[in-house]
């Protein structure tokens, strides 16, 4: 495995809007440049529009930049080599209503190249891995949001990707869900996956991460080591509320 599992050097993502006066731009991120080792789990913090969706989705190729370049590892993120290595939980995932969840990640495996036997175990283990079986019968339309989320992650664990990005992966979660999936992320950071999360809930991520980026209007403002925050009076909170002012 690459000692680097993500790398944005010099980004930048502007979009343009048009409008009857003419076209509007928004930079949502500018001259961004980060890494992410293999293996670590790297937290992202910030305000609402500081940017974290758009790292999200330039890092999973849904975006591309409009300066710079994004990496993983090694390999463009449009690139078949990248896409195969990386599992995606957006934070709202949607799946049909009409369909089962097993059904819904069987048609995932199967555009992630797994059939037959492989695909019938991939399918159970996440379904188990994400404490989906006692709902394995229902429709997802009788999904509560929190039972989606586990499915979106059970999607994207599914094909046992070496990086996870995670947008929100414990929003419309109980407590006991919360500490399932805090559980199940440990574990496969354990087994040497590399995973890349963005939250709301600080302490979520002060629990998970290794390592933390603070965004601040699209750039980079900070970066904190786990050893920082816990010898920092009030923790990552307050370091994080700093940054932001």
Known sequence: MSARAVSFSGVEKTYRRPGLLGASYNTAVKDLSFEIPAGEVTGLLGLN???????????????????????????????????????????????????????????????????????????????????????????????????????????????????????????????????????????????GRTIFLSSHSISEVEKLAARVLILVKGSLALTVKRAQWEAAPGGLEAIFVEAVK
């Open 49 to 191: 529009g500081a940017g974290k969706t758009t790292i999200m989705k330039l890092l999973t190729g849904l975006l591309f930049p409009t300066a710079g370049s994004v990496r993983v590892f090694g390999h463009s993120p449009s690139d078949a080599a990248a896409k195969s290595k990386v599992g995606f939980l957006p934070e709202l995932p949607y799946f049909p209503p009409q369909v089962k969840p097993g059904e819904a990640l069987a048609y995932f495996g199967r555009l992630s190249g797994l059939s037959g036997a492989d695909l019938a175990l991939a399918v159970r283990t996440a379904i188990e891995r994400t404490g989906l079986e006692p709902h394995a019968g229902k429709r997802v339309s009788e999904f509560s949001k929190g039972m989606l989320q586990r499915l979106g992650l059970a999607q994207a664990i599914l094909h046992k990707p070496e990086l996870l990005v995670l947008d929100e992966p414990v929003s419309g979660l109980d407590p006991l869900a919360i500490h399932d999936i805090r559980g199940l992320l440990a574990g496969l950071n354990a087994e």
